[in-house]
């Protein structure tokens, strides 16, 4: 089992900045790839960013590409999301997920996905 604890999420307005924090607890944390997912009211989770074992691979929905910044550190068991140049349309509950596979997390879908935090609120206003 791992246990997913998101922290950092706020309310701030358009153009600003956060960074989102996910501590793991439980099984070998270097070992899974991460990612994070985000959901919107009404809408469904969508896949944001992903990052391999030992940070070497990382992937980005387009939405988010050049503006959010996924890392890790192994050491602290932690990841994080970088998030720049906040826009409206990022608001929603971000979720933190691991999984073995690379695969899984960047393009299985979030009901393939072994773990789960309880999320994260981010809210920008215009």
């Known amino acids: 089992q791992v246990q997913l604890v998101e922290s950092g999420g706020g309310l701030l307005q358009a153009g600003g900045s956060l960074r989102l924090s996910c501590a793991a607890s439980?099984?070998?944390?270097?070992?899974?790839?991460m990612g994070w997912f985000r959901q919107a009211p009404g809408k469904e989770r969508e896949f944001v960013a992903a990052i391999n074992w030992n940070g070497g691979s990382r992937y980005y929905a387009d939405s988010v590409k050049g503006r959010f910044t996924i890392s890790r550190d192994n050491a602290k068991n932690t990841i994080y999301l970088q998030m720049n140049s906040l826009k409206p349309e990022d608001t929603a509950v971000y979720y933190c997920a691991a999984d073995a596979r690379w695969g899984t997390v960047v393009a299985a879908g979030p009901s393939a996905i072994n773990y789960w935090g309880k999320g994260t609120q981010v809210t920008v206003s215009s």
């Open positions: 439980g099984r070998t944390f270097s070992g899974y790839t």
